[in-house]
């Protein structure tokens, strides 16, 4: 009769527990990012390079986001992906045909396209944002039942580059 309610709370334990991990994994990820995409380095970092540094400090769980340099969607990666977009910081909800600097130095400047923001590289001191969005799936059907099928964690990092 314990056995069923032990079983639950040991799987909510270890949900939670993994919820906490990813929350604190993609915090740092994006941290790690946006130390990436300030620094001054020849030659200067691309978007390609900024992903690939967040998705080595998550562990691979970073897939192709829709439009690296924005607009930040509503949508969600798939389950127990993230997505990553480098910004300029608070960023509006539509797409910019010109819009401030948003991309890391690296990056040659081209107009917007489809739904995708232009992308202007940032010089001087301009402000960068790294945002990681990734999608929590948790494993136990009691936990996905309190809190839905997917978890979405926001990591926000507004750093100023170097270059």
Do not use: H
Request: with cysteine; glycine share 8%; aromatic share 8%.
């Amino acid at each position: 009769m314990v056995a069923p309610v032990l079983l639950l709370l040991t799987f909510g334990i270890i949900d939670f527990g993994r919820a906490l991990f990813y929350y604190v994994t993609v915090q740092q990820a994006a941290r790690e990012g946006a130390r990436a995409v300030v620094k001054a380095s020849t030659p200067l970092p691309s978007n390609a390079e900024i992903q690939g540094i967040v998705s080595s400090q998550s562990f691979g769980i970073v897939t192709a986001a829709p439009c690296s340099n924005g607009p930040i969607t509503a949508a969600t990666p798939p389950p127990n992906r993230a997505w990553v977009f480098v910004t300029e910081p608070n960023p509006p909800a539509g797409i910019e045909a010109s819009p401030p600097p948003d991309a890391p130095g690296g990056e040659p400047g081209a107009p917007a396209t489809g739904s995708c923001s232009a992308i202007n590289p940032a010089l001087g001191s301009d402000q960068l944002q790294v945002t990681v969005i990734f999608s929590y799936a948790p494993v136990t059907p009691l936990v996905s039942g309190v809190i839905g099928n997917l978890l979405t964690f926001k990591a926000v990092a507004i750093y100023r580059t170097e270059y």
